[in-house]
């Protein structure tokens, strides 16, 4: 099993910037990838962005050129840093591991970008 905790939420004004983080424990060596996922309000959970364990990333066209993924293998953890921020990123931002057989969500953390 893996366990998720994920932290650096809040209320930024448009055009502010976040960084969220993601620390994994458990059997990470299990994880194939992380990723970052989003779900507002009345709308589907969506990716915003992956990494794998090679250190592939995958961005959704939305945040393309403001999001940036990283992971620092020696803490376990991943990150989102969130620039430009624009009042449609408000959301729940969601952190997930990927296993072979399973994937493991964090609790979720609010974004609210205030226009």
């Known amino acids: 099993q893996v366990q998720l905790v994920e932290s650096g939420g809040g209320l930024v004004q448009a055009g502010g910037s976040l960084r969220l983080s993601c620390a994994a424990s458990?059997?990470?060596?299990?994880?194939?990838?992380m990723g970052w996922y989003r779900q507002a309000p009345g709308k589907q959970r969506e990716l915003v962005a992956a990494?794998?364990?090679?250190?592939?990333?995958n961005y959704a066209d939305s945040v393309k050129g403001r999001f940036t993924i990283s992971r620092d293998n020696a803490k376990n953890t991943v990150y989102l840093q969130m620039n430009s921020l624009k009042p449609e990123d408000t959301a729940v931002y969601y952190c997930?591991?990927?296993?072979?057989?399973?994937?493991?969500w964090g609790q979720g953390t609010q974004v609210t970008v205030s226009s």
């Open positions: 990494i794998t364990s090679g250190g592939s990333t």
């Open positions: 997930n591991a990927e296993l072979k057989t399973d994937d493991y």
């Open positions: 458990g059997s990470i060596f299990s994880i194939n990838a």
